[in-house]
């Protein structure tokens, strides 16, 4: 547990880390039935159900002009109001290495409120 999810009120925290975008599909499938927040690379997308996200994610992947090696982090807790929430982060390498290369992206999705 980090400082930040203490402060927060963060409860049950459990993280989940993977390569490739296959864990996406889980956990988006967990939460049915809410709505999700997408931070694309030009647009930000609110209100979004399972298949609307889905739908957003896949123009946002194709409309990328270098092919990318993805990680997706997925972290889960409970706030304070004994709400689940889920956030995930995608995150894209265009090198072979892990240092820093200024085509990286990251894309983040969350569980709305």
């Given at each position: ?36 927040y997408l931070k694309g690379l ?72």
């Amino acid at each position: 547990m980090s400082i930040v999810d203490w402060i927060k009120g963060r409860k049950n925290i459990t993280c989940d880390e993977a390569e490739g975008i296959h864990l996406i599909t889980h956990y988006v499938k967990k939460y049915e039935g809410r709505r999700f927040y997408l931070k694309g690379l030009k647009k930000n997308y609110s209100g979004l159900s399972d298949d609307e996200l889905f739908k957003k994610l896949q123009i946002e992947m194709n409309n990328m002009l270098v092919l990318y090696r993805y990680m997706t982090t997925v972290k889960q807790y409970k706030n304070r109001k004994g709400n689940s929430h889920c956030d995930i982060k995608i995150v894209g390498k265009a090198g072979m290495m892990n240092r820093y290369n200024m085509l990286d992206i990251e894309l983040d999705i969350k569980t709305e409120e």
